[in-house]
T-cell receptor, first 115, second 110 residues
Framework: GNSVTQMEGPVTLSEEAFLTINCTYT??????LFWYVQYPGEGLQLLLK?????DKGSNKGFEATYRKETTSFHLEKGSVQVSDSAVYFC??????????????FGPGTSLSVIP | NAGVTQTPKFRVLKTGQSMTLLCAQD?????MYWYRQDPGMGLRLIHY???????AKGEVPDGYNVSRLKKQNFLLGLESAAPSQTSVYFC?????????FGPGTRLTVT
């Protein structure tokens, strides 16, 4: 079955440091890949997505590239800010044209950015 | 456009009590979902619906029931609450691949 694996947290970085959160997946077909972010006390919100191999999703300075050959979708940011402190979830959804787009979430990686 | 809303935001129940969590969306989405979030376990799907009048079980449906009488609403019921149901509950909806989440309901069962 489909699954998502993320690096274990928590991750603590100083402001302006480089961020990488690793994500690998197992899936049949051609899933879409997502990164969601959850700020303290809130629900998840979509950060970025990629729907096919070699696509790069980007938003708010974050980037991730859909690598089918390594089944990975690592999240990166060149210079983190305190406001980036949150929990980050990697996720995938099934192949297109399915009647039910079940989303598989990774366990989440907590990021704390200190001034 | 409020997106996805959930009521209540917080609730404390005693073991054996019942309650209903309400999720409402104003985006005319067909698909709606209920998840629970527990430390170290990520999000787990409880039940979902692919349209008005339809519901289906997810990964962890035991102890919960749902109803989707109106397209915009998805109700999650606990008939006899147990301490193991202490969690944060999230509702989500989608029309395509991106899921839109509500702010969550924090439920404690004592």
């Amino acid at each position: 079955g489909n699954s998502v694996t993320q690096m274990e947290g928590p991750v603590t970085l100083s402001e302006e440091a480089f961020l990488t959160i690793n994500c690998t997946y197992t899936a049949t077909g051609y899933p879409s890949l997502f990164w969601y972010v959850q700020y303290p006390g809130e629900g998840l919100q979509l950060l970025l997505k990629a729907t096919k191999a070699d696509d790069k999703g980007s938003n708010k300075g974050f980037e991730a590239t859909y690598r089918k050959e390594t089944t990975s979708f690592h999240l990166e940011k060149g210079s983190v800010q305190v406001s980036d402190s949150a929990v980050y979830f990697c996720a995938l959804s099934g192949a297109p044209k399915t009647s039910y787009d079940k989303v598989i979430f990774g366990p989440g990686t907590s990021l704390s950015v200190i001034p | 456009n409020a997106g996805v809303t959930q009521t209540p935001k917080f609730r404390v129940l005693k073991t054996g009590q019942s309650m209903t969590l309400l999720c409402a969306q104003d985006m005319n989405h067909e698909y709606m979902y209920w998840y629970r979030q527990d430390p170290g376990m990520g999000l787990r799907l409880i039940h979902y619906s692919v349209g008005e009048g339809t519901t289906a079980k997810g990964e962890v449906p035991d102890g919960y029931n749902v109803s989707r009488l109106k397209k915009q609403n998805f109700l999650l019921g606990l008939e006899s609450a147990a301490p193991s149901q202490t969690s944060v509950y999230f509702c989500a909806s989608t029309q395509g691949k991106e899921q839109y989440f509500g702010p969550g309901t924090r439920l404690t069962v004592t």
